[in-house]
């Protein structure tokens, strides 16, 4: 699966990235010149905005693509590019937040996050996903439908592209 660095002005895109399961650096605190180091070292494909970087990249040899348009756009064209499936599985997806890996918790498990969501929810919901590294806490409520919602208008998109 690749890895990806995405530019300050690409947080949405970085999102899907991380719920679709792909390790993505993504820090506001970032400086173009670094994203472009961070790729080169740790091999990760740079996706950016900023026509110059893009440029530099490409004369530095380092995998990168310019991102354009609405935000639909970019997912779109991102996942076209790498063949990413527009799917949130939570055995596979990241944590959107901070990019750390998720733990399913189920069953005893739960009493994990007891204390961190409203009990209405630990009582209603049998599994969770917990990110070890900034403590979120994922479940399939309202939020998760909204985000399988957009995955599939953007599969519907990718679609009539490919038509
Ligand atoms: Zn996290």
Redesign the pocket.
């Known amino acids: 699966m690749n890895k990806f660095v995405v530019d300050a002005m690409l947080g949405k895109l970085a999102l899907w990235l991380r719920l679709t399961g792909h390790d993505t650096i993504y820090d506001t605190d970032v400086h173009d010149d670094e994203l472009l180091e961070i790729a080169k070292k740790t091999g990760r494909i740079l996706l950016t905005s900023d026509e110059e970087l893009f440029e530099r990249a490409q004369n530095a040899k380092v995998e990168s693509m310019l991102v354009r348009g609405t935000v639909d756009d970019r997912v779109v064209d991102v996942f076209i590019r790498y063949g990413i499936k527009p799917e949130v599985d939570p055995r596979i997806a990241r944590?959107s937040?901070?990019?750390?890996g998720l733990i399913e918790l189920t069953g005893s498990g739960k009493e994990l996050i007891k204390n961190i969501v409203f009990e209405q929810t630990y009582n209603h919901y049998d599994t969770f996903w917990f990110?070890n590294?900034?403590?979120?806490v994922y479940f399939m409520g309202g939020h998760w439908k909204n985000m399988i919602e957009y995955m599939n208008r953007i599969a519907a998109q990718i679609k009539s592209r490919k038509d």
């Open positions: 944590c937040k901070c990019n750390g990110c590294d900034c403590e979120s």
